[in-house]
Structure formats: structure tokens, C-alpha cells
T-cell receptor, first 113, second 111 residues
Framework: NAGVTQTPKFQVLKTGQSMTLQCAQDMNHEYMSWYRQDPGMGLRLIHYSVGAGITDQGEVPNGYNVSRSTTEDFPLRLLSAAPSQTSVYFC????????????FGSGTRLTVV | GENVEQHPSTLSVQEGDSAVIKCTYSDSASNYFPWYKQELGKRPQLIIDIRSNVGEKKDQRIAVTLNKTAKHFSLHITETQPEDSAVYFCAASMDNYQLIWGAGTKLIIKP
């Protein structure tokens, strides 16, 4: 049981490049979400999903796309990277039975130059 | 919508002393209140949570109390140790899957 797996752990992009951050969970959690965390700051919700085929915007969705074709995977796409997207990105999942809180992935540290 | 305020933003305590972090929420419909600990460079991890039908919950040196009337909940850490140094986040949820997060408290344990 690996929990929530994020790849890559580190990434440097040039302005304008696109890339996909991967997130996979093996706990059969229905709910998955992406957060960004800037230095010394809290967690801001980018996008979330309550099940396969269902996604919705969070607090800071601009510049990011998501899809949820399976229960396990929830990739985050940066369409045209900007320096303002330099951040640490966390994927988190949760079960509908709500007995437990979120399980977070280990994070992706992204730098846009 | 729901709003969660967390205080203080930084808390420095002597090793062995107790630490208390407080959060207030705005929507009385919130019914789930978790606390997460984030060590430097690591992911947030759930340390304790409480539901609105319970007033207090303990797990060894940590406890959470909930006052529904006043709409606030607190994290209590007793006999603090160096490994308690971290950023602590509170959150609230209205029985859906979205957590509304506090801004975080940096806890510093002085030797």
C-alpha cells in the first residue's frame, strides 16, 4: 500500500513550457485534490475531484488543468509555465467514509525560470 | 463560505512546557476539525482530528478541544519535545470533502 505517490519530486521549467505533475493513489479514495504551497504560506486549493470523470476548480485554478479518467490517477497540467507558478505542489486524497483525514503525497518542488 | 482563522502565527515555548494553538471557524455547519503537522520540507500529516459530537479528544501528549458555541477549537501539546518543532495547520469541513485551512502556526521548541 504505497498511499499517494507524486512524480517528479523536483522539476525546473523554462517560462512557457508545459508539463504534467503525476499523482496516483492505491487506497481507492474517491476524493483527490491538488494544492500549492508557497514559502512560509499555507495550502491553497488548485483543483479537486470527487470521482472519476468529475473535476472542479479550487481557489487558484488559473494556469492549471486536471482530469480524472480513473479513480487512481489525478494529473495536474501546467499549460504555459510562469515564474509565479514556482511552488511546492501537493496531491491529497480522502475516502468518502470520512473516518480519516487527507493523505498527502510527498510533494513536487517546481521552479520556473 | 467557511473561514478559518489560526493564532498565533508563531509560538515559541521552552522544552517541557505546554503549547496551545487556537482556531476559530465561521460556519456553524462545520462538523469535522483535523490538525496537521508539517515538518520542514515534508508533507502535512494528520496528527489528530475531532468531530462536532465530541468536545475533547486525546492521543498521548496531544489533545484537541472543541467549543461549538464559540466556534473555536484548540490543539494542546503537553511536555513539548524538540521533535514537536514544525508548522501546525488546523482545518474545518462541513461534511463534504473540502477542508478549509488555517494559515498555520510555526511552533519553535527552545532547548
Amino acid at each position: 500500500n504505497a498511499g499517494v505517490t507524486q512524480t517528479p519530486k523536483f522539476q525546473v521549467l523554462k517560462t512557457g513550457q508545459s508539463m504534467t505533475l503525476q499523482c496516483a493513489q492505491d487506497m481507492n479514495h474517491e476524493y483527490m485534490s491538488w494544492y500549492r504551497q508557497d514559502p512560509g504560506m499555507g495550502l491553497r486549493l488548485i483543483h479537486y475531484s470527487v470521482g472519476a470523470g468529475i473535476t472542479d476548480q479550487g481557489e487558484v485554478p488559473n494556469g492549471y488543468n486536471v482530469s480524472r479518467s480513473t479513480t487512481e490517477d489525478f494529473p495536474l497540467r501546467l499549460l504555459s509555465a510562469a515564474p509565479s507558478q514556482t511552488s511546492v505542489y501537493f496531491c491529497a486524497s480522502r475516502s468518502f467514509n470520512r473516518e480519516h483525514g487527507y493523505t498527502f503525497g510527498s510533494g513536487t518542488r517546481l521552479t520556473v525560470v | 463560505g467557511e473561514n478559518v482563522e489560526q493564532h498565533p502565527s508563531t509560538l515559541s515555548v521552552q522544552e517541557g512546557d505546554s503549547a496551545v494553538i487556537k482556531c476559530t471557524y465561521s460556519d456553524s455547519a462545520s462538523n469535522y476539525f483535523p490538525w496537521y503537522k508539517q515538518e520542514l520540507g515534508k508533507r502535512p500529516q494528520l496528527i489528530i482530528d475531532i468531530r462536532s459530537n465530541v468536545g475533547e479528544k486525546k492521543d498521548q501528549r496531544i489533545a484537541v478541544t472543541l467549543n461549538k458555541t464559540a466556534k473555536h477549537f484548540s490543539l494542546h501539546i503537553t511536555e513539548t519535545q524538540p521533535e514537536d518543532s514544525a508548522v501546525y495547520f488546523c482545518a474545518a469541513s462541513m461534511d463534504n470533502y473540502q477542508l478549509i485551512w488555517g494559515a498555520g502556526t510555526k511552533l519553535i521548541i527552545k532547548p
